[in-house]
């Protein structure tokens, strides 16, 4: 197994295991990565107009039309990455807000 294979199925792990949920946008942007470095080329035909989740998974995946599998999974990869890092900065940032409060709570009543 390749080292982009291992990095990629770590990815995937790390994409299951996000403590946050990403917004549908982002959902589908890992979707398409992931469709597209498994998969390939999307072949079937397009969702009718009233199956909205179909017809987005489509378009976001025909989007990916051409581009390598090796591509995908480096983007797949490096999307999960920026994901992890923005979660990583929030849960940094909650955490200096609590130590701010306690200290703020400290200073009010030294005693």
Not at 9 to 32: F, G, H, I, M, V
Not at 47 to 72: I, N, S
Not at 80 to 100: D, G, I, P
């Amino acid at each position: 197994m390749s080292d982009l294979m291992r990095r990629f199925e770590a990815a995937q792990l790390a994409a299951r295991n996000l403590r946050d949920k990403p917004d549908n946008d982002t959902l589908l942007e890992l979707y398409s990565y992931f469709k597209q470095a498994t998969e390939g080329d999307i072949s079937a035909n397009r969702p009718g107009a009233f199956d909205f989740v179909a017809r987005a998974k489509y378009d976001a995946w025909e989007a990916r039309k051409g581009m390598t599998r090796d591509v995908a999974m480096r983007d797949y990869i490096k999307l999960v990455e920026h994901l992890q890092s923005l979660l990583m900065k929030r849960a940094a940032s909650r955490t200096f807000a609590l130590l701010r409060v306690r200290m703020s709570s400290i200073a009010d009543n030294p005693g």
